[in-house]
Every structure is written in structure tokens, then in C-alpha cells.
């Protein structure tokens, strides 16, 4: 009967789910525990539901009721409040310190030191419930003495206890250093890299979440997880059937990459640029995105773990990505990956500008359709290219499609080669690259200006009058005005 009408009150106003809840309140004191029970599975399910019975049950003073005899009640009936308390907590921080503030921190470190492991999953859910919202939190859940608990929870045989544990040491990490050095040092991070090679996919992608988590904030941090000797077994993730385990794979070896040189080039060394770029090129969408950050986290250190991406063949799959994928953010970071590549040495820049890949970010800049975002990190990938790209046949193109704000890049490298390459400027008039240059509008002083003066000064007076606009016409006026002599 309490179930029903419970349940007929999901849907109603809010002073009629606080009476509801009122009159479920006494229930849970009830001599019979099937009863305790199925009440307090009542409000877990209209809490689940609603945020607002949630906030109703907090007004109510239920929660107090619901854990003041929870050590001695029987393991269905903890499991049943546990799941009140993350069905509550899940919903905003405010609720979830409601949870903290009532005491139940503590009820749960006796639930997750129990026999049963459904008891102990159950609590340890809440705890990811509520660590998960902000740092405060999770400091309430470590100040509580859940982490060791939880280590022991994922040495547990129980796939699902190992799952929801290892998923909760993730949202307790996350928030800080300071809280994920409270999780290395329980000892978690062993633990959690001998399970990378699970046949449970589902436990491996929260595995892999909490290593990243952990590698995320610290050089130091970064390296105890590498030294727990993740590197090669790692890298089989990203060839895994399941698409969220590739993905947390390549995130792991993105926050370990971003940190250092010698991080990322480790990571060269264990052959996991190869990896990454195998798995950029098998899979779409989302999956990608961290693969081709770590490469551009890779690429950007030096010029030699640029070039390792290079000689891995990685230049192709990233330019790729801008044409093959649909979201801006994807497109964003593979321009930007892209631009860490080529910034370094006119050699890098060559091996990007001869993939084609300039006329590609062209297109993207100037199409009206792309995002502010993905606009900003094309122009900046262009410019870190162009500004060290000496390869002039890969940078023609662009002078007939380039707006101003490109094009001053593109004449500057032009500017800097035709002085001293004679073959070159012969090309560029064949090419009909002076003539283009004769027809840019640029401001008089303007930088753009001393790049075309310098051009202009390569070659003959009148070589560059013969390009400029309008000489045909001073051409045919002479025709028109010369008298023969007869």
C-alpha cells in the first residue's frame, strides 16, 4: 500500500510529496523489517525519480531515521538504504552534503566492512555519488576512511564490487592532487594496473578513468602510475572491441604525455605513438579525440618527438579527422595537433604543408559555418605552419584563397625564400605568383607592404610593372598612340 501510494505521488505537487513522505516517515520504524524495507525502497525510487522528492525526503528529516539502526539491520535492508542515499545525492552537491551532514559517511564505512558484497557495492555507489559533485565532498568521503576500504574493495572477486570501487576511487581523484595522492597512497594504483588486462571490458574502462585521473594532476603523480608498469600492456586497450576502453587508453596515455619530455618520449620508446595513430585511423567520432591530443601533447615537447610522430605516419590520420569528422571540437584539436607538428623547424613544415593539409585548414578557417573555437585554433595552426614552412610550391595555393589575416604569413615566407633562390623566383612568375602579388591591396608601412616590396625587389622594374594591374592597358595605349615610321 505505501509502495502505491508513493508512487501515485511522483507526479503531484510538492506539498503533496512532503505529505506522502510524511506519512511514509513512521513506517520505517516498523517491527517488521519487510516492511522497513520496502518503504525505504519506496522513497530510493521516488527520490531516483524526481529531484524534488529527493529535496523532499531531505525536508522531511528521513535520513536520520533511515541510518540511526543501519549496523544492525540485515544486509537487504542496507543495500535498500544505501541506495536512498545515492538516489538523493546523485541529483546536486546541496543534496549530496545533505547525505554528509546526516551522518551517513560513517554508516557507510561499516556497510563497505561487511560480509556481503552486494552491501559493500551498494555503499561504495554512494560514496562515488557523492565524490563525484566537487572537492569538498570528496574530502568529506576521505576524511571518513572510505579509500583504504575501497582499495580492498577492488581485490575483491566480485567483477561488480571491483567496477562500482574502482569508478569511485576515479571521482574521488579527480578533484585534486591532494585527493588523488590520498588514493595513491592506500596503495590503489598496483592494484588498479594489474586489472588493465581484465577480459571485463566494463571494469577496464573504470580502471583506466581512475589511472587517468591519478595521472592527471603531477609529474609525480603521472610517474607512479608509469611506474607501476602500465607500458606496453596499456597500449592492447586501444585495440580493444569496446569503444569506451579505447578511449579511457588513449586518455591514460594523454595525461601521462602532457607532463614532461621524457614522459612522452617513454611513451614513444614503448611504441605508443604507433598505437595511438593505428587507433585514430579505426575509429570515429568522440573515440579520437584523445589519441590526437596526445599526439599533439607529443609532437609539441621537441622537435625529435615531433618527428617521431612524423615518421610514424601520423600527419595523415590527423588531417583526416578535418575532413572526416562532423563535430567543431574534433576538427579543433586535430588542427591544433596538427600546428604542434609543424611549428618547429622548416623540415617539420614541409612534411605538413606537402600532406596538403593547408588548404584544408584554409577551407575550414573561412567557412562560416565553423565554430569561433574551431576558427581561432585553425588561424593559429596555420600561422605556427607557415611561419616556419619554406616549401613554396605547398604555400601557392594560398595566395589565391587566403584572407588578409592569412595571407601576410604566406607572402612573409615568400619574402624570406626568393631572395636567395633563383630557380624559385622563376617559378613564381611562371606560376603566376608575382602577378597575384602585384594585385594585394596592403596598407602603405603595413608589414604586409615591406613583404611585397622585398618580393618586388627580387626581380627586374619591369618584370614587376609587366604584372602589375592595368599595364596591358598602358601597353595598348602605346599601340593605340605610336605613329609608324614609313
Not at 516498523?30 to 531531505?58: C, F, N
Not at 611549428?343 to 584554409?362: D, G, K, M, Q, Y
Amino acid at each position: 500500500m505505501s509502495l502505491r501510494l508513493a508512487y501515485s505521488a511522483v507526479s503531484g505537487r510538492g506539498c503533496v510529496k512532503i505529505s506522502v513522505v510524511c506519512l511514509l516517515r513512521p513506517l520505517l520504524l516498523d517491527v517488521i523489517p519487510s516492511v522497513r524495507q520496502t518503504v525505504a525502497l519506496a522513497l530510493g525510487r521516488l527520490a531516483d525519480h524526481d529531484v524534488e522528492m529527493a529535496e523532499a525526503v531531505v525536508k522531511a528529516g528521513i535520513l536520520p531515521q533511515l541510518i540511526c539502526l543501519l549496523p544492525e539491520e540485515n544486509r537487504y535492508y542496507k543495500k535498500t538504504a544505501a541506495f536512498v542515499l545515492r538516489a538523493i545525492a546523485k541529483h546536486s552537491p546541496q543534496l549530496a552534503q545533505a547525505v554528509v551532514q546526516c551522518g551517513a559517511l560513517e554508516m557507510l564505512v561499516v556497510c563497505l566492512e561487511d560480509f556481503d558484497p552486494g552491501v559493500k557495492e551498494g555503499a561504495s555507489w554512494t560514496f562515488g555519488y557523492i565524490a563525484r559533485h566537487n572537492a569538498e565532498l570528496s574530502q568529506a568521503v576521505v576524511d571518513a576512511g572510505a579509500v583504504p576500504l575501497l582499495v580492498l574493495c577492488i581485490q575483491e572477486p566480485e567483477i561488480a564490487l571491483k567496477r562500482i570501487a574502482a569508478s569511485t576511487l576515479s571521482d574521488i581523484s579527480k578533484h585534486s592532487p591532494e585527493l588523488a595522492q590520498t588514493v595513491v597512497d592506500a596503495g590503489a594504483i598496483a592494484h588498479l594496473a594489474q586489472m588493465i588486462t581484465n577480459p571485463d571490458a566494463k571494469l577496464k574502462r573504470q580502471v583506466l578513468s581512475a589511472l587517468s585521473q591519478i595521472a592527471k594532476h603531477s609529474v609525480d603523480l603521472a610517474e607512479l602510475v608509469v611506474e607501476a608498469e602500465i607500458f606496453p600492456v596499456v597500449l592492447t586497450c586501444l585495440k580493444d572491441s569496446d569503444e569506451y576502453v579505447k578511449k579511457n587508453g588513449a586518455t591514460l596515455i594523454r595525461e601521462i604525455a602532457k607532463h614532461t619530455p621524457e614522459l612522452s618520449q617513454f611513451i614513444v620508446n614503448s611504441g605508443g605513438v604507433a598505437a595511438l595513430i593505428d587507433c585514430i585511423g579505426s575509429c570515429r567520432g568522440t573515440v579520437r579525440l584523445p589519441g590526437i591530443m596526445t599526439l599533439g601533447y607529443v609532437a609539441a615537447h621537441s622537435e625529435n618527438l615531433s618527428m617521431a610522430v612524423i615518421v610514424s605516419k601520423g600527419i595523415s590520420p590527423l588531417s583526416a579527422c578535418l575532413i572526416e569528422e562532423h563535430e567543431d571540437h574534433i576538427k579543433a584539436a586535430a588542427a591544433w595537433a596538427l600546428g604542434q607538428i609543424g611549428r618547429h623547424t622548416a623540415e617539420h613544415a614541409r612534411h605538413v604543408a606537402t600532406a596538403n593539409v593547408l588548404p584544408t585548414l584554409l577551407d575550414i578557417f573561412v567557412d562560416t559555418r565553423s565554430s569561433e573555437d574551431l576558427k581561432m585554433k585553425t588561424k593559429k595552426a596555420l600561422k605556427n605552419i607557415l611561419q616556419k614552412c619554406t616549401y613554396l610550391p605547398a604555400l601557392e595555393p594560398l595566395l589565391h584563397d587566403a584572407p588578409p589575416n592569412i595571407m601576410k604569413h604566406v607572402i612573409g615566407q615568400f619574402s624570406k625564400v626568393l631572395p636567395h633562390d633563383s630557380k624559385a623566383r622563376r617559378l613564381f612568375v611562371t606560376t603566376g605568383g608575382l602577378k597575384k602579388v602585384q594585385e594585394i591591396k596592403a596598407e602603405p608601412g603595413s608589414l604586409l607592404q615591406e613583404y611585397i616590396n622585398t618580393i618586388n625587389n627580387c626581380y627586374p622594374e619591369e618584370i614587376v610593372r609587366y604584372y602589375s594591374p592595368g599595364y596591358s592597358e598602358i601597353l595598348l595605349e602605346r599601340v593605340e598612340n605610336y605613329q609608324p615610321v614609313l
